[in-house]
C-alpha cells in the first residue's frame, strides 16, 4: 500500500482498511476487506494478493524478481505484507520494504521477524531483509543512492494521478538508486480493458484513463460489527507509450516491457542511462 495524493477527508485521512486486513489475516482473525466504486462492490481478496506463496505467482513476476535481485540491495515500494520481501530474504537478498500503512509495516515486520528467527534457529547465514519502514513514497524515507532497484509495483505508480504526477514520482526512485539503478513498475493500458473493469473512468487522450475506489474494512469488536472506510483513491491508467512520455526529464530510460496477463496489466522496466531501446 502506497500513499495517494487525492487529497482525503478528514474522517479518512487516518484510515487504513488495507493495512488492518492484513494484519487481520496474518493473525487468523475475522473480517472482510472489499473495493468499492458506488454501487460497484468487489471481494479484496487479501489471500491472494498480499500471502499467495511464490507456486502460484505467475511465472513473468517470478523472472522479474530475479532481474531486480541482481541489483541489491532494493526498496520494496508498497511492500504491504512483504511477501516479495520474504522471497528475496529466501535468497539471501537483501531487501527493505517501505510502505505508507502502518499496519501494514507492523505486519510484514511481524512476518520478517518470524522468518528470521527460524533462519537463527537453523545457523542460516543472516543477510535477507534489511528492514520495514513506514513511509510516502513521494518522499522516501531512504538516503540519496542508497539502493540499487526500486521495486514498486501494485499499480501504485498511478497514484501520481497525472503524467506529471508520475515524473515526479520517478524522480524520487532515482533520487533513492545508485548511478546504475534499475526500476520496476507497473500499471494497465487502457486499450485492453474490459467494460467492467472496477473504478474505470474514461479520458478523451489516447493511450489514458482513470480509475477511482476505495477500501472498506469490516470487522466484528465486542460483538459489534465495525467498519473501516479508507480515502478515495485515484489512480491514472495509462499506455506503455504514455508511461514512457513520464520518463522524459528523468535519469530513466525504458529497458523493457512485460505483458504479464490479458487484463491490460504490463510491467515496465526502467535503467538509468540505457539508450538501446525497449525489449518487449
Not at 138 to 165: E, M, N, W, Y
Request: hydrophobic letters at 35%; proline letters at 5%.
Amino acid at each position: 500500500m502506497t500513499a495517494d495524493r487525492s487529497g482525503p477527508s478528514e474522517s479518512t485521512a487516518a484510515a487504513d482498511p488495507l493495512g488492518l486486513a492484513m494484519l487481520a489475516h496474518h493473525r487468523d482473525e475475522p473480517g472482510q476487506l472489499v473495493y468499492r466504486d458506488g454501487t460497484d462492490v468487489r471481494d479484496g481478496n487479501v489471500a491472494e494478493f498480499y500471502f499467495s506463496s511464490p507456486e502460484s505467482w505467475a511465472p513473468a513476476t517470478v523472472t522479474v524478481l530475479d532481474r531486480v535481485a541482481e541489483r541489491e540491495p532494493i526498496l520494496d515500494v508498497g511492500c504491504g505484507a512483504g511477501k516479495h520481501l520474504l522471497w528475496w530474504d529466501e535468497r539471501g537478498v537483501e531487501a527493505i520494504g517501505v510502505d505508507v500503512s502502518p499496519t501494514a509495516v507492523r505486519t510484514a515486520r511481524e512476518r520478517c521477524e518470524v522468518r528470521s528467527t527460524a533462519r537463527r534457529s537453523g545457523d542460516a547465514a543472516e543477510r535477507g531483509v534489511g528492514g520495514v519502514l513506514a513511509g510516502d513514497m513521494f518522499d522516501l524515507p531512504v538516503a540519496t543512492g542508497a539502493v540499487g532497484a526500486v521495486h514498486a509495483v501494485g499499480t501504485q505508480i498511478g497514484l501520481g494521478r497525472s503524467l506529471a504526477g508520475i515524473r515526479d514520482l520517478l524522480r524520487e526512485f532515482a533520487r533513492v538508486t545508485d548511478d546504475a539503478g534499475v526500476a520496476v513498475v507497473d500499471n494497465y493500458d487502457p486499450a485492453r480493458l474490459d467494460d467492467d473493469f472496477l473504478g474505470y473512468r474514461s479520458d478523451p487522450r489516447e493511450g489514458i484513463a482513470h480509475r477511482c475506489f476505495h477500501l472498506e474494512f469490516v470487522r466484528e469488536t465486542n460483538g459489534e460489527q465495525r467498519r473501516e472506510v479508507g480515502p478515495t483513491l485515484q489512480f491514472l491508467l495509462c499506455s506503455p507509450g504514455r508511461l514512457r512520455e513520464a520518463t522524459v526529464g528523468t535519469p530513466w530510460t525504458t529497458a523493457r516491457v512485460s505483458r504479464t496477463d490479458e487484463d491490460g496489466h504490463y510491467s515496465l522496466e526502467l535503467r538509468k542511462g540505457n539508450r538501446d531501446g525497449p525489449t518487449k
